[in-house]
């Protein structure tokens, strides 16, 4: 660091340095990047493809009952996220969603929670996964 010249260093745009270190090793498109990802694609590809389980998660959300969450805010949220909206707030959606299986099967509402983890066939789905 100390042979860097300054005006590298301090140059307006900061990550030029990281960026020429990199350059080759991975894509341009994820150098030139402006925010950190966190596995986007990943939550937008789940939201389209499971919306109809989502939209019946919450329609009458247990999490709300507890306060935990503003509905209409809440499903603001899961329809931009399912129409492939970048949020800042993604996360808290997956955590939302985690929590109110997490509540129904401990309620013993297994109908609502099976409905959610299943296959059409009632079986596990492949995709889901917790943390």
């Known amino acids: 660091m100390l042979t860097i010249p300054w005006h590298q260093k301090f140059a307006p745009d900061r990550r030029t340095l990281q960026r020429r270190a990199i350059r080759g090793v991975v894509p341009e498109v994820v150098s030139r990047r402006e925010t950190k990802a966190f596995g986007q694609e990943r939550l937008i590809r789940a939201a389209q493809q499971n919306w109809e389980r989502i939209d019946e998660l919450l329609k009458a959300p247990k999490i709300a009952d507890l306060g935990y969450v503003d509905v ?48 059409n066939t009632g079986g596990p789905r492949a995709d889901c996964h917790f943390h």
């Open 72 to 119: 209409p805010g809440l499903r603001t949220a899961a329809m931009r996220l399912r129409h492939g909206h970048w949020m800042n707030h993604l996360k808290f959606i997956e955590t939302a969603i985690s929590l109110e299986l997490w509540l129904r099967m401990l309620e013993g509402d297994r109908a609502g929670a099976t409905m959610a983890l299943s296959d």
